[in-house]
């Protein structure tokens, strides 16, 4: 292995600091900043300090993070030098993102705010309003929430800063992204093993991440680790982590405003020169990255002590450093002299406007982090170019009777998706992309990597520099990089095992409100969905047994809104080629896509598929026997089944319904977009009532062979009509090493116990039923001694195909 | 800031490996456990190969994961030699638990396996059966799942195996914990901040961990990021970590057994004499614990090729290394060949045990790391002492007129319990002890803290170098310390914020399983509780705005097995201190605690809390009128609440009702164990239908005030008597910055909307009902004016007081 030499940028080291005056104007930004981040936190009137401050002018309810936003404010100080230095696509994402108002000042200051909220315009009277309207009920949030121009990243959840950053600069060739990490933050796991990004940015078609370590030394009430290590170990961590280390360190605005100038003027220069040299080379390699370590003090520039006790480089000044500013005078007063340590007289015109020669200091137009583009992706995207779905049809003849890999065909969509929408697609999954028998995206890009090559690589690693594929044993990692690069403008389809996509349940939940949240905010362009095939799932974990079974990530979705979630069960290829089709051009979802990897029958062409898709549950009619003219009334009882495997053990009881009961009339019911079975009211994809009893019927017996937790289909359906006779099987928590058919009986879910349940359901089937019952148990009982002794399911149930064929009248 | 020296052993670097005839030993050793792991992956008989291997004596199906057993039995032998040689009380645990053929046939080897399964003797009947039953049907999973003896740390969801072993360590001082870390397992969030565990180790009171990073090279398909970055980096990253790596890398057994041999040796003799330092100084310092990196190859020992492709020392070599032996002849052949390769011959005696010298090379007794108790904490587990509840009661007079902060006597509680159990109780927390109310607990310990100090931490930081508090922001370490110390005996309890349990949901996943599956293992000793109390909920999250709204954590619960899961939603501290009383004291559960930090109105004496708590769910008298003598049958209308807030509103909804319509007859149902809803067969708190019935009536309306998700209690209930007129409110999904009450009404919690669901409701109110909904319109109308002009609640509505006393028939 070659170590890839540091670039050493000829002079760097020397690198000029700004003369005064241009430290000075510098500085006089950075006190607007933080003077509107304080009238931020305490005032509703008086912005300018124009009479002295009385307890009426102070909110009654005092919010926000003081904590960490000067520090972010001095951040965007520098960045804002750069940009229009070096006229650099830059955009900013605030890790610490409690920390807002330190990122909303100069949000403010740079136009952006106004123009996209004209009432906040820049003189009094839009101070006063933007002052009052932070973190105000019926206003804008406390973090950098979706209303704040500029931000695509919340912050509100920590952790994801790094992995956001790497998916906006992916496939983007000139954009920085300046993703300050707050010391807090870096604690957390997702945080934590996204330093490794580096390995995955390729400085040739990708663009850079500038991380700011910020080291303000404080949590809530606790020291942070990384501020109380050694400087020796922070640095080797860093490097060990394959970024080099520009440290930042100190108090004093002045001489700190003289360091961080020069080390963002450093590491944006490292970050060309490694540009250059790659894209002049066209080689892509690894770069150290430079990164800066920003250490000051947390509520920098605040009050230094109340009552005795420290605040400034303290954690009592993580929230509002002086509570109770409103009943006690002297407190006030502090606040008072606070403010106008900034000398508000120095930064704000005679309208109450910053000034202009502060404000000179903002970038211009979409250069502005508040207005850049990239942090409104939607107005970016382009519309997919999305292949005909017949080149993947899978062929059906007869319905059940031959194999395939459900979503082998779905990578060859993806494939053609990624070919069609050159950097603009991109394939996420921890290891799994051929595992998962999407192994067709290798015809046309391979997985992005960045780290060392060895020569066995070249014979079935599918790694190269430039891959729009990512792999990466951590599903933080990739959902991040995935939300990065959907709220960027682009697309994006990550997949994993079921039972774990629990890993990431609280980032699929924080996009989900993310995406309400824009629902209500006009100025907002809708962006491209949200994807996550669960494969791997539950039924087919016979063999890894109990802890990789768990199907519950789909009730996340139930608890998030209807106009967001989307959860698709196909149970086989066209239909999984049809949920694609549909889920994968919707704009400002959330889509959960269920489907095995193994083979599983095949039922519907194309045109059914897409048919059965549109309606979202429907009657396959060929598996039913209550429509032959027999009696024109209802069926006897309803088989119903979402998903692969509960689909083909439905089949196989009606299957045998049929033959030993042939008198009963059964009708089939296949539910491919969970949501059909909600309200209409509750979710767009709703039957309504009326649809919903002319499947379900008013008040036959229903036996619902479910994919996942039985009581999720309980929880949409109680107000249905009919639902007194919902039976419904699924997975209960019972399951260790089996065979396939064993694991669906521990769970009654398989075609005997089906059987079984609707002889137990529908009445007067006569004795036939009592014995065909006997029949069953005998069965399952063969089953699980064939199991135990071989190791296997027995030929019959692993060569099983549906013997009725396209007539639903062979009774 | 000063660094702590590294120790220097007086020449660690020289010492002595092991003369070659104990390194043959040794490697005879693991030549016997590697046959016995691919023993295990491959027959059913024949398992001395005492005759040609044929495809009658291989499985019909092939599991389990090949590529790091042989590493993972090279750390067990080399082990167990130090363990020998320094009577080391030492255990395993393995990160990559899917390798758990390399852990196992050691396992096996000890006796340790035939004790706990006798059919599974030291012969050749026995070790037939060893290999038939590995991974299947019907018997013993591929992992080292909870049936494996010696180990408590599955493998099969990844990330967890430091912060595991961290927890296994803490408070046992003489214990080691060998931890391998899986290459692949390093690339995920959780472990790689858990690195960070030597922050909060304390080696004076505290054992050691000693982590082994195996450099496997692959996971499935792709390289490891660890094991494609270069030296440099490899090891500053450790050194930045605060890790002294120690190398061992290479590929010839006989080279690998001599530096394994000398690095264990160092390892160990590096952790006695750090803990030396520390305990004879009476000093706690951070050192800079050894690790060891072994970087051997993948599917090491097995085939080199395979048809041309490479497999030792490549992904291919992942799981099954040749999967076709059954019905490939020179496959086959192959296969013997490698099994042969280890020269069983030399292995077993006559009888087919493991040959006595080799055997010899095991400890003995509960130094077996197969056997060493703390692998099946719950025999070490002393009965908790639990303190007087009485001590902490808040007195309540008259319900619903005072308040309190209801975590805080939870505080005063945990405290003792600290303090009574000295070094067997500990309060883990991202960063929020001292803002959850929990202070109380710094009056008798303070936050464990390894890393550096400042002057200005004796002031309020509460740090110490042997607090039983841990906080660091990182749900999933915290949380993986809690498992690790619970499993070795010990009692822990965590809080958390609620939006944010969702990060640990998976965790809380694999924790049940595991509880559930050792119900099944009747020699595992009970552990104690997995505690989680939810703090900062959903309804005080009006501040922080949507994105920390979320209290779907409890909804995980429902699809875990009822024997396990319990969630507790006590309304005041009385009833918080009497579920704390149940709930801390049952063993092999998971509690979820959801109860709101802030002060809230307290209703019941301690007493009267207790007799709840044992019901479950009840009728409070005092809030009723339906049982006044006005008429003896059921009330009009039925509300119920479960959690704090919904309760005060409920409450206050009822006092709106009784004084604007007092014709009407309310009961009040409030609910404090969640499962008490679900059906007995289902769930041990579950109500009989009778009992059910008897609170919510045959046939009147409900309203139902949940603090949750509303659809959670229907799922509970879809099944009772009278659910069809359950009408259920709770979070849904609405939310911005709000006043609490404003949240409330978004959500339709509020007093008002209660009182308008009754009337809408209940039939034959007459006009004045109608008049009642028209001000309560007009309320909720007044109300968000207030909130929207103030930024606070109303007076009368922060200040609002139960004022109908204790009697229930002031009508």
Known sequence: MTVTPLLHLS????????????????????????YLAVGMIYLQDNPLLREPLRPEHIKNRLLGHWGSSPGQAFIWTHANRLIKAYDLDMIYMSGPGHGAPGARGPVYIDGSYSERYPDKSLDETGLKKFFKMFSFPGHIGSHCTAEMPGSI???????????????????NPELITVACVGDGEAETGPLATSWHINKFLNPIKDGAVLPVLHL??????????????DHEELDSLFRGLGWTPIFVEGCDPMEMHRKMAVAMEQAVLEIRAIQEQARSSGEAFRPRWPMIVLRSPKGWTGPQELDGKKIENFWRSHQVPIGDVKTNPDHLQLLEDWMKSYRPWELFDDSGAVREEIRALSPKGDRRMGSNPHTNGGVLRKDLRFPELRNYEVPVE???????????????????LISNNPGGYRLFGPDE????????????????????????????????????????????TLVGMMDGYLLTGRYGFFHTYEAFAHVVASMYNQHCKWLEHCEEIPWRAPIAPWNCLISSTVWRQDHNGFTHQDPGFMDLAGNKKGSITRVYLPA???SLLAVAEKALTETDVANIIVSDKQKHLQYLTLDEA?????????????????NCGIDPDEPDVVLASAGDIPTKECLAAIEILRSEIPHLKVRYVNVVKLFAMANPKDHPHGLSDRDFESLFTPDKPVIFNFHGYPWLIHRLTYNRPNHNNF?????????????????????QIDRFNLVIDVIDRVESLGSRAAHVKEQMKDEIHKHRAYAHEHGTDAPEINNWRWSLGRSSCNV
């Open 153 to 171: 990243h919340e912050g509100g959840e920590l952790g994801y800063v790094l992995s956001h950053a790497a998916g906006s600069v992916f496939d």
């Open 398 to 416: 007869i319905p059940g009777t031959t194999e395939k890999e459900n979503t082998y065909p779905l990578g060859e969509l993806i494939r053609d």
């Open 216 to 229: 303000n030394g404080y949590k809530i009430a606790n020291p942070t680790i990384l501020s109380r290590i």
């Open 433 to 476: 992309t051929a595992s998962n028998r999407l192994q067709a995206v290798y015809e046309t890009t391979k997985k992005a990597w960045m780290a060392n090559f060895l020569p066995e690589d070249l014979n079935g690693s599918e790694l190269s520099r430039d891959g729009a594929v990512v792999e990466m044993l951590s599903e933080h």
């Open 572 to 574: 086989d290829a066209n």
């Open 610 to 626: 897409r048919r059965h898709v549109a309606k979202g549950a429907g009657i396959w009619e060929w598996a039913c026997n209550d």
């Open 727 to 747: 039976h419904v099987r699924g997975y209960k928590e019972q399951g260790n090493i089996n065979t396939p058919l064993e694991l669906a009986i521990c769970n």
């Open 11 to 34: 002079g760097s080291e020397h690198l000029q600091a700004p003369a005064d005056d241009e430290l000075q104007r510098l500085d006089a930004y950075w006190r607007a900043a933080n």
